[in-house]
């Protein structure tokens, strides 16, 4: 039987995941601002900045499918 908890859980989940999201393409939307007006070296430290917040994505994606049983056990 499932968790009391996973419908919040879930959703809590899904919120952080599309935090992070709007946050990486924030960052991008940023380093293409900076890269358009000539400040390229400002623009590329922007994008290494998206590493972080792209990787935690995927764990969480990795997590939801654990919580979804879309994982080979």
Known sequence: MGDPQAPGS???LVRR?????QAAAGAA?????CAAAGNAD????L???????L???T??????SILR???AG
């Not at 994008?47 to 917040?53: F, G, K």
Request: hydrophobic residues 45%; negative net charge.
């Open 42 to 45: 400002q623009a590329l430290a």
């Open 59 to 64: 764990l969480l994606l990795n997590a939801a």
């Open 10 to 12: 879930t959703t809590q």
């Open 29 to 33: 939307s940023a380093a293409e601002a």
């Open 55 to 57: 990787y935690e994505v």
């Open 17 to 21: 995941i599309v935090g992070h999201l």
């Open 69 to 71: 049983g879309d994982h």
């Open 47 to 53: 994008l290494r900045d998206i590493e972080s917040p």
